[in-house]
């Protein structure tokens, strides 16, 4: 039986290449996210029969209830929610940061996450489905600069393991999968630079949207009695060593 997942935010990157990977695998995604042309390509891409296009912004209510509520019958029985939409912007220290930008990560890693989560737990319980939700290792081990965008993905890995608190029992598997650096639209979204972007990544072999598409996809086709809790993968050529000593 063909299974459907919901992806939040599969207009680039780790979402994009999650659709993929889980369409090539024989299941029908739901793919989210507020371009709406990108969207559009990938239907043409992989087929309206495998693509539902959802073009809504994940901070907007009405818009997520008219979303869910617009399925189409073949996508309406969600087996695997990947809350994946998500962003981080600045990079300045917090006593320098915009607030507006604060409150755009809340929204959209903290909030509208929980939402779209309440919303589709009846349905994936009903069906014994999988909740993978991307964190970050920001959220494990901070740095500088990182101040609400860690915050937010300290949330994030924290709340999925609470899920499987409440949902033990259910047969829902729920796993936070916690990257390191991927190669995506992730530090343009940030900085508002490309050169600050391919800086960024330039020589050091970063993991790319591919690799963690990859191991959601084998989260996600797990025998139904295994969970796995967490993951945190990173590209050799990164490691969380960065304790700092300031010197007077
Ligand atoms: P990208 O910038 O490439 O993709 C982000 C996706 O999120 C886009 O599809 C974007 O869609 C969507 N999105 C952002 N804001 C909204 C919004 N308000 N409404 C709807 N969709 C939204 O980044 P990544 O693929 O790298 O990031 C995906 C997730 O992975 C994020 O949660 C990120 O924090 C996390 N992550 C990324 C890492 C990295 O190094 N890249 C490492 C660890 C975690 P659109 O703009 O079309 O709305
Ligand atoms: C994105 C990874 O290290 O750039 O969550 O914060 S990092």
Known sequence: MTRTAFVTGATAGIGEATVRALVAGGWRCVATGRRKERLGALVDELGADKVHPAVFDVRDEDAMDQAIAALPGAFADID??????????????????????????????????????????????????????????AGNYVYPGGNVYAGSKAFANHFTLALRADLHGTGVRVTSIEPGMVETEFTLVRTGSQQASDDLYRGSNPMTGEDIAMMIKWVAELPPHLNINRLEPMPVNQDFAGFRVARE
């Open 80 to 137: 695997l929610l990947v809350n994946n939409a998500g962003l981080a912007q600045g990079l300045k220290p917090a006593q320098e940061a915009d607030l507006g930008d604060w409150q755009t990560m809340i929204d959209t890693n903290v909030t509208a996450m929980v939402r779209l989560t309440r919303k589709l737990l009846p349905k994936l319980i009903e069906r014994r489905g999988a909740i993978i939700a991307l964190g970050s290792v």
